[in-house]
């Protein structure tokens, strides 16, 4: 949120600045072939393991709230 200094000189009731982000960083990654958010069973031993998928992609997205 931004202040109302800001608000109003822009004669806006709110305004709100966001960033969102996925797949960003892997912390450790001692593996290849290897992705938290893949799987290629329905079983606990597919979890985790990429075989014959796409690699999962990076998005970052930016939102922007006005309120008159």
Do not use: C, W
């Amino acid at each position: 949120m931004f202040p109302k200094s800001i608000t109003t000189k822009l004669k806006l009731t709110d305004l709100i600045l966001s960033a969102t982000g996925r797949n960003l960083v892997f912390l450790y990654r001692k593996a290849d072939h290897i992705d938290p958010e893949a799987g290629y069973s329905s079983g606990n031993t597919g979890n985790g393991i990429e075989q014959s998928t796409l690699p999962s992609t990076r998005s970052y997205g930016l939102n922007l709230r006005l309120s008159f």
